[in-house]
C-alpha cells in the first residue's frame, strides 16, 4: 500500500474528476469533495485542494498528475470501455479470458484463459497473435495449437446437453459466463503457481458487480488484481491468445457435430440456421436436434414452423 498526496489548482481538480467520473463513489467524510474507486487505488479529492491517491497503482495514477504528463491513457483504446489499465500495461505479466459461442444456436460455449509472462509478450505476438478481430477461423486454427503450446492455459467446452440443463434450470448465458471465466482462471493460477501474473484481464462482458454477483456463491472467487475491459484482446496478447484459443475449441466442437449430424453445421443465428435445424429435426428428430443445439434460442421455434409447413 502507497499513500500520494498533491495540492493542485482549481483547473487540476476539474480534469482529475472528470478522469475518474466513471470510477465515483459516494463517500460523505469531512472535507470530501470527490471520491472514486480504481481496482488498485482509492482517489479522495478534498476541499482544501488536496488530492489523495491510496492503494498499490497510487503513485501510477498520482503521477498523471504531478508533472505535466498528458493524463490521456495512451493504451487504452478510445472505443473500449472498463477500468483504467496501468502504464505498460501490454508488456506485463497477464492472465487473459476470454469466451466464443454465445450468439450461435449450434455448437457449445468455450471460454479460455491464458498466461502470457512478460518475458513472451514478444514470442507470442511472433506466433501470429496480432489482432485476433482480423483472424479468421481458419488462420487461428492454424496458430491454436502453437499457443496451447506454449502458454499456460485452460479452455473450458460447455457442450449443448449441459448448456441446456443449466439454462433450463434458470441460469442466465451472464452467469454461466461468468462461472466459466472464473474456473478458468482458477485454472491457469494453479498451473503457474507460485508464479502470479500482475493483472488478470477479463474481456468485459458485464460490469465488475454483475460479474462477481453471479460467482457470489463459488467457493473459490478470483478477485485479486482482476481488471475489466472491452476489446481487451486489442489490450494484451494474453486476452487475443485465449480468444484464439477459445474459437479452436469451438470451431472442433462444430467439426464434431458436423460429423454426427452428417450436414455442414452453421454459426450464428440467422435464417440459414434455422434451415439446417429443420432439416435436422426431420431427419434425427428432437432429442438429437436439442443435444446439439442451445435450445431456448428463437431459432428452435421458427425451425419448427419451417417443419410444420415442410419448407427447409
Ligand atoms: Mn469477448
Not at 1 to 26: C, Q, W
Not at 45 to 62: D, L, P, T
Request: hydrophobic share 40%.
Amino acid at each position: 500500500m502507497s499513500n500520494e498526496v498533491l495540492l493542485l489548482p482549481a483547473n487540476e481538480i476539474e480534469k482529475v474528476k472528470a478522469h475518474y467520473l466513471k470510477f465515483k463513489i459516494e463517500r460523505s467524510a469531512p472535507g470530501v469533495v470527490f471520491a472514486a474507486k480504481l481496482v488498485d487505488t482509492a482517489i479522495t479529492i478534498y476541499k482544501s485542494g488536496k488530492v489523495m491517491f491510496q492503494g498499490n497503482g497510487a503513485s501510477r495514477e498520482a503521477a498523471l498528475w504531478s508533472g505535466n504528463i498528458s493524463p490521456a491513457n495512451p493504451i487504452k483504446s478510445s472505443s473500449s470501455k472498463g477500468d483504467i489499465l496501468p502504464e505498460n500495461f501490454t508488456t506485463l505479466s497477464v492472465i487473459g479470458s476470454d469466451e466464443t459461442g454465445t450468439g450461435d444456436y449450434f455448437g457449445p460455449i468455450t471460454v479460455a484463459a491464458c498466461y502470457v509472462p512478460a518475458h513472451q509478450v514478444e514470442l507470442v505476438r511472433e506466433l501470429g497473435v496480432k489482432d485476433s478481430k482480423m483472424l479468421t477461423d481458419e488462420l487461428m486454427r492454424r496458430i491454436a495449437p502453437d499457443l496451447m503450446k506454449t502458454l499456460s492455459h485452460s479452455v473450458l467446452v460447455l457442450k449443448n446437453e449441459k448448456y441446456n440443463e443449466i439454462q433450463g434450470r434458470g441460469w442466465s448465458q451472464g452467469k454461466i459466463k461468468a462461472m466459466m471465466h472464473n474456473q478458468a482462471l482458477k485454472h491457469v493460477l494453479n498451473k503457474i503457481e507460485p508464479e502470479k501474473p500482475a493483472y488478470i484481464l477479463i474481456d468485459q462482458f458485464a460490469e465488475r458487480g454483475i460479474y462477481y454477483n453471479h460467482i457470489k456463491m463459488e467457493k473459490e472467487i478470483i478477485r485479486e488484481n482482476v481488471l475489466f475491459s472491452t476489446k481487451a484482446e486489442q489490450l494484451h496478447v494474453s486476452v487475443a491468445a485465449a480468444s484464439i484459443i477459445a474459437r479452436y475449441a469451438f470451431l472442433k466442437e462444430m467439426d464434431r457435430l458436423t460429423e454426427i449430424a452428417h450436414t455442414t453445421i452453421p454459426k450464428g443465428a440467422s435464417a440459414k440456421v434455422d434451415e439446417t435445424a429443420a432439416k435436422i429435426y426431420f431427419k434425427h428428430g428432437e432429442e438429437f436436434l436439442k443435444s446439439i443445439t442451445k435450445w431456448h434460442f428463437a431459432n428452435t421455434q421458427k425451425a419448427m414452423k419451417l417443419v410444420q409447413k415442410r419448407k427447409f
